[in-house]
């Protein structure tokens, strides 16, 4: 079993800057992929960003030059920093760990373990 913690989520105006981390304990071995998703009020819940266990990553493109993921291995934590905010990246943001290699297009079915969200709120 893989428990996912997330923190960092903030009310932040346009512009700024927010880190989110992801702590995941219990048997990590399994997963190979770690990804963030975010679900906006009225939308689907869309991929944001992935790293594999060798440090590969990917990113949706609205997000790309923005934000970007990293992992700290002896921690057991993924980040998710954000620059640049805007308002539409105002969503509530979940950590999850899939078994198989990251691949795109993002499936939320395709990940097995979730944190609980954390909210990201950006005014204009």
């Known amino acids: 079993q893989v428990q996912l913690v997330e923190s960092g989520g903030a009310s932040v105006q346009a512009g700024g800057s927010l880190r989110l981390s992801c702590v995941a304990s219990?048997?990590?071995?399994?997963?190979?992929?770690m990804g963030w998703f975010r679900q906006g009020p009225g939308k689907e819940r869309e991929g944001v960003a992935t790293?594999?266990?060798?440090?590969?990553?990917d990113y949706t493109a609205s997000v790309k030059g923005r934000f970007t993921i990293a992992q700290d291995n002896a921690k057991n934590t993924v980040y998710l920093q954000m620059n640049s905010l805007k308002p539409e990246d105002t969503a509530m943001y979940y950590c999850a760990a899939a078994s198989h290699y990251c691949r795109w297009p993002l499936l939320p079915t395709d990940f097995r373990y979730w944190g609980q969200g954390t909210q990201v709120t950006v005014s204009s």
């Open positions: 790293i594999d266990s060798d440090g590969s990553s």
């Open positions: 219990g048997y990590t071995g399994s997963a190979n992929c």
